[in-house]
């Protein structure tokens, strides 16, 4: 039924969307701002300046865009130092055969990740290759919720959006999967992801012929 799966990679293929909540939460705190788990929902899947913004937007003050870019680059300091530490025994139980399965039924394999950091943490992961296309961050314009980097990746493995597949953990993520006209399977709580075709509470309960 699908030409390709396109996946999110934070929260997805590995954990590192808790090392993006604890380096935003030590942020917000050194600001003196509130921060919990219910409002780091709304941050996944959004871009580093992006994320700020919103972070910011919960106190009353005003930054320079001078300050901004000083707190963002502290923040992806604190996030390179906890993901230095990554090894291939990272990646999500049932990615691996979650990827082999797409694989086998010939389909194409893409990742959007709107991270920076995205190719470096591939690389720790050892899982590069296993992508046709890596959509690259620094080209983007439009962070999720836009649907621009699914249609990216889309466009780079050559599929038609409708005969596309994508895989995310984050709100604003299977907003972009939607809006980009694929069908979204949500990885979490269908509570959280309602947008979502389908949700799965992990990646160890993938299965493409459900889908
Ligand atoms: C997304 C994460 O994948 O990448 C967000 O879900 C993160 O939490 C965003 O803010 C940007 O990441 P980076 O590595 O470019 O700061
Ligand atoms: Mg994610």
């Keep these: 039924r699908y030409k390709a799966v396109i996946f999110d990679l ?3 293929i ?6 993006h909540y604890l380096a935003w939460k030590r942020l917000a705190e050194s600001e003196g701002l509130p921060f919990d788990e219910a409002f ?7 871009d580093r300046m992006g994320s700020l913004e919103l972070i910011l ?3 009353s003050r005003s930054y320079s865009q001078e300050e901004k870019l000083a707190l963002a680059d502290a923040k992806n300091r604190h996030y390179v130092e906890l ?6 025994a990272d990646v999500l139980p049932g990615v691996l055969d979650a990827l082999a399965e797409v694989r086998a039924a010939g389909m194409g394999i893409g990742l959007a990740s709107v991270s920076k950091n995205a190719f470096t943490v591939l690389d720790k992961l050892g899982i590069r290759d296993r992508f046709d296309q890596v ?3 620094a080209l983007i314009a439009n962070s999720k ?3 621009e980097i699914f249609l990216t990746a889309a466009r780079q493995l050559g599929v038609d959006p409708k005969d596309c597949l994508g895989v995310e953990d984050a709100v604003a993520g299977v907003a972009s999967i939607k809006d980009a006209g694929m069908v979204a399977v949500g990885v979490g709580s269908p509570e959280v992801l309602t947008r979502a075709d389908y949700v799965i509470p992990s990646m160890a309960r993938f299965r493409l012929g459900d889908y």
């Design 10 to 12: 934070d929260g997805v």
């Design 14 to 19: 590995t954990d590192t969307a808790h090392y």
């Design 40 to 46: 780091n929902e709304h941050l996944k899947g959004v």
């Design 57 to 59: 937007a919960q106190g």
């Design 83 to 88: 993901i230095a530490t990554m090894t291939p």
């Design 135 to 137: 959509v690259d961050a």
């Design 145 to 147: 919720p836009h649907p």
